[in-house]
């Protein structure tokens, strides 16, 4: 009898660990989900586009270099101006990614399931045009502002996910919807923004 319940106790214990464990890695790949930190308050990403929200309107006319150095002392954030494109570089994931710069179409993962999520990588690398961002900056404005926008985008990617979308998939349905009420050129360079492109096969 003693042996019977040494051994029901010993399969429980199992159970619970291996539970656990199970648990523990959900909430660690949740907490770590790439897309949801690009989101997230004071991301390096929202504070620039925060920056971007209240650009003085004009410093465009000084060039990309005035643009960049203003951004940089109202945001804290390094933004670098090469030509005309504007380039974060802390959005950059370290030990991630093997980025040739010049050839964006060159990168690479360098660990198998990692999720290199495009919007932040580009925009830390080629950087996206300072036309663009201006553009980008009056559709954020027909959309209620940075917060409205980023919060949209948030409430649906979470919900896709929550039906089972990939990553992947889920930001480019997000995107996509937030973007709905948009037309023309607006919806053009918001999609372009946010989806730069492509979203990495690796972002399961």
């Known amino acids: 009898m003693l042996k019977k319940f040494i051994v ?14 199970e648990a523990a890695s959900a909430t660690t790949t949740e907490e770590t989900d790439p897309y949801l930190e690009l989101l997230a308050e004071n991301s390096d990403l929202i504070k620039f586009m925060e920056g971007l929200e209240v650009l003085p309107k004009g410093i465009e006319k000084q060039g990309a270099e005035k643009v960049a150095k203003w951004l940089t002392n109202k945001t804290g954030l390094e933004v670098v101006a090469d030509g005309e494109n504007l380039i974060i570089p802390s959005l950059a994931t370290p030990g991630m990614v ?44 027909l959309l209620g502002g940075v917060s409205k926008s980023v919060e949209r985008i948030y409430n649906l990617y979470t919900k896709y996910r929550s039906w089972n979308y990939t990553k992947s998939g889920a930001w480019k349905r997000a995107v996509s919807e937030a973007g709905g009420s948009l037309s023309g050129d607006a919806k053009l360079v918001f999609l372009e923004f946010f989806n730069l492109g492509n979203v990495y096969n690796n972002c399961l």
């Open 8 to 21: 029901f106790l010993m399969c429980g214990t199992l159970f619970f660990a291996t539970f656990s464990m």
């Open 98 to 141: 093997d980025v040739d710069p010049i050839d964006s179409d060159t990168i690479t993962t360098m660990g198998i399931g990692e999720c290199i999520v495009a919007v932040g990588l580009m925009l830390a690398t080629t950087g996206f045009p300072l036309s663009k961002l201006l553009k980008l900056k009056k559709t954020i404005e």
